[in-house]
Nanobody, 114 residues
Framework: QVQVVESGGGLVHPGGSLRLSCAAS????????MSWYRQAPGKQRELVAT???????NYGGSVKGRFTISRDGPKNTVHLQMNNLKPEDTGVYSC????????WGQGTQVTVSS
């Protein structure tokens, strides 16, 4: 069973930065796409960023130019660098390892507040 673990959430002031990390482990035999999603209270989960097997990246419209997804070292480890954070970025950020039905982490809380 593939396991996905996120880390790096927390409380930050508007305009600040956070870096989230996500590591997939278990029976993994090749590089797969990995994605970050977020869900704000009372809202549907939305796609934040995706990195493909060739490291092509795609972002949700509201985070373009502020967030960067990247792979680091072990290819099933990804990071989400979040800069110029806004209160509307608050939510639970979850990582998905895209293989078959997909495997999700437990999520990490990001709160942007003054």
């Amino acid at each position: 069973q593939v396991q996905v673990v996120e880390s790096g959430g927390g409380l930050v002031h508007p305009g600040g930065s956070l870096r989230l990390s996500c590591a997939a482990s278990g029976p993994i035999f090749k590089i797969r796409p990995m994605s970050w999603y977020r869900q704000a209270p009372g809202k549907q989960r939305e796609l934040v960023a995706t990195i493909s097997t060739d490291d092509t990246t795609n972002y949700g419209g509201s985070v373009k130019g502020r967030f960067t997804i990247s792979r680091d070292g072990p290819k099933n480890t990804v990071h989400l660098q979040m800069n110029n954070l806004k209160p509307e970025d608050t939510g639970v950020y979850s990582c998905k390892y895209v293989d078959g039905p997909g495997y999700w982490g437990q999520g990490t809380q990001v709160t942007v507040s003054s």
